[in-house]
């Protein structure tokens, strides 16, 4: 078990060249989770209806059963493996992952969220410089950093251990005033259940309160029942669990993300802050 010391976490915003090691964790802890949306949507009653009708048509073409059973099975997966990357992208936007986190390093590069355990510690955090590949230099970009870029960009803030990457949440772009969205929260297998994404999460809230934020979404993938737990623990409700009025009008303004058929693939939760 890999030890963690809350206290010497350096919660920053991304730079570029972490950006592999963001798309990384990405990788390691989505493992699994397109699947489970799959067979989340293979299970719905509508969809089986509609397989067995597909089924039945093939039944008098192929003459085998298990044919006309095991194709518009194989060939809906097939549909959901190559669309649902496009229709989920970073959960809750619309945009691709990949252009998400390579569009995000831009602005303001010194910005650290507060760590509350190193207060309590009276440790300082310390983070090395980042790694650099020999032979290469660094180049910079062509493009004007502005304000309207940063915030069209939304923003990603990475958990840094003495240089290494340990987790990472993602804050979507300010579409509403007040209002600020968590579209994505990953943390290395080797650092789960140690408070990181905890501590990730509610220095994000502080930051966003000081900013003038009122509510905070999160959206987590619909079959994630660790997602759920763990946001309902730091105090987030699920949209559309109460019937208040202003309830109401925040269902029409934040929709969770749908695939196939518009079956849902996001659960969303929200907290005031």
């Not at 994505?184 to 990181?196: D, E, H, P, Q």
């Not at 993938?221 to 763990?230: A, D, I, L, N, T």
Request: net charge positive; charged share 30%; with cysteine.
């Amino acid at each position: 078990m890999v030890r963690l010391e809350l206290d010497q976490v350096v919660m920053r915003r991304m730079r570029e060249e972490d950006i592999e090691a963001v798309k990384a964790l990405i990788k390691e802890g989505c493992e699994g989770t397109e699947n489970r949306l799959i067979l989340h949507i293979l299970t719905r009653p509508l969809c089986l209806f509609i397989l067995a009708v597909f089924s039945s048509v093939l039944r008098c073409l192929v003459h085998s059963f298990i044919l006309a059973l095991a194709i518009p099975v194989f060939l809906l997966i097939v549909f959901l493996k190559i669309t649902m990357p496009r229709s989920t992208g970073v959960l809750g936007s619309s945009r691709p992952y990949w252009d998400y986190v390579g569009s995000s390093n831009r602005g303001t590069q010194d910005e650290t969220l507060q760590n509350p355990y190193a207060r309590i510690s009276g440790k300082t955090p310390v983070t090395k410089p980042p790694r650099r590949r020999l032979g290469t230099k660094e180049k910079e970009s062509a493009e004007k950093i502005t304000p309207e870029r940063e915030q069209t960009a939304g923003q990603v803030w990475v958990a840094d251990c003495e240089g290494d990457i340990l987790g990472c949440v993602f804050r979507e772009s300010e579409s509403r005033a007040g209002v600020r969205r968590i579209c994505r929260l990953v943390v290395g297998s080797w650092y789960r259940r140690r408070g990181l994404g905890r501590l990730l999460v509610q220095s994000l809230e502080q930051k966003e309160s000081q900013r003038g934020a009122d509510r905070i979404y999160a959206h987590v993938p619909y079959p994630s029942k660790v997602g759920e737990v763990f946001f309902r623990k730091l105090g987030y409700l699920q949209l559309g669990e109460q019937t208040d009025e202003d309830d109401g009008e925040e269902l029409k303004l934040e929709r969770p993300e749908r695939g196939f058929l518009g079956l849902p693939l996001t659960k969303v939760f929200y907290k005031d802050l």
